[in-house]
């Protein structure tokens, strides 16, 4: 039997650990040629080694497949450029971008500073655009190609100390959606995961609350990175051709259709509105509508499945 993605061809960022390293394996076990893309970083984004990209190749072809190694950052826009081409010169066709390459710095709003604001854009945000951007115009050209962009709850629903992060997050939800308008016409599709996994970026997370401790007890007992494979093999596949723009939120063995905003209660006056109407009837009407500040755990309170 042929694999679900036999034959195309998938770039996989920050493949190297975690969550990329198993979409990686899972892409070739279903018959995909891989370029594992890794820098090599510390979770916070600091130094480069070679190891962690060659290791996963290496893992990939005993099995029987097809890898190549790329150790460029995804953060410029000409080594984005060098990772497409990786593929282009290596396979002679790219099919998929898994936008997953990570890292974080975790602070305080009131105390982040310029660079730990910018290292984390940086890398997830304008990451993610300059690897997307460098294979639209192969997409483009060969009227098919698709994008799997992490995204995370810490955008989606809250948690504290990540406005960076969050920022990066929220903003590649934007930019996967739009994505998904503007390239439909050329048979490209763009998708969103929100993964929930044990990896070394989740072991980075300051434990210093219960509810951060007991957060990533769950996580390690539960959710191997291993889970998040399957939706995304089916992402990159055929059968997923009337899939795009989409958010799903992947957690041990749920998969979960995440929703996107649209109104939930609106208010109007034929006359328009003066602030002391706002706050005397405006705003008592649309209370009842109000979302709490709820952070993650607030959210998906249950055990994992
Ligand atoms: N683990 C989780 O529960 C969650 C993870 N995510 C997202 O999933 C993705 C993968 O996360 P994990 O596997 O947990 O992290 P990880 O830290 O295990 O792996 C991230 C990989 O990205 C690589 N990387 C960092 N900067 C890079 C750059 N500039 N260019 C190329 N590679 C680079 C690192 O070397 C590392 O191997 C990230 O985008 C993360 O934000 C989102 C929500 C939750
Ligand atoms: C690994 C990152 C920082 C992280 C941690 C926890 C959650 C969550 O509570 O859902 C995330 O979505 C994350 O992206």
């Known amino acids: 039997m042929s694999g679900m993605v036999e034959g195309k061809v998938v770039v996989v960022t920050g493949a190297g650990n975690g969550i990329g390293r198993a979409i990686a394996l899972a892409m070739a076990a279903e018959g995909a040629r891989v370029v594992v893309n890794d820098l090599g970083s510390s979770v916070h984004g600091e130094g480069q080694d070679a190891g962690p990209a060659q290791r996963v190749v290496d893992e990939i072809k005993a099995a029987g497949g097809e890898a190549v190694a790329s150790t460029d950052s995804v953060a410029g826009w000409d080594s984005a ?3 497409v081409q990786t593929a282009m010169d290596t396979f002679g066709q790219i099919d998929t971008v898994v936008n997953n390459a990570g890292i974080l710095r975790d602070r305080m709003f009131h105390k982040m500073d310029e660079q730990e604001w910018m290292a984390v854009l940086n890398v997830h945000l304008n990451g993610s655009f300059f690897m997307a951007r460098a294979a639209a115009p192969h997409f483009r050209a060969q009227g098919s190609g698709n994008y799997i962009h992490m995204t995370s709850n810490t955008g989606l629903v809250g948690n504290i100390g ?3 992060y969050a920022a990066a997050k929220m903003g590649i939800v934007g ?7 503007d390239m439909a016409n050329f048979g490209v599709r763009s998708n969103c995961i929100s993964p929930a996994a044990w990896s070394r970026m989740i072991g980075a997370v300051p434990t210093d609350t219960p509810e951060k401790k007991l957060q990533a007890e769950r996580m390690e007992r539960m959710m191997h990175p291993s889970r998040q494979a399957p939706l995304a093999v ?7 051709k009337d899939v795009s723009g989409q958010i799903f939120y992947v957690r041990a063995n749920e998969i979960m259709l995440v929703s996107q905003p649209r109104v939930t209660r ?3 006056r034929d006359n328009g509105w003066t602030p002391r109407d706002v706050a005397e009837h405006a705003i008592p009407a649309l209370r009842s509508s109000f979302l709490p500040l709820h952070q993650t755990h607030d959210v998906y309170s249950w055990e994992p499945i």
């Open 234 to 240: 089916f992402l990159a596949s055929d059968q997923a």
């Open 266 to 268: 609106s208010v109007h």
């Open 81 to 83: 450029h060098r990772i």
């Open 162 to 164: 990540q406005v960076n």
């Open 175 to 181: 930019m996967s959606k739009a994505i998904a308008l």
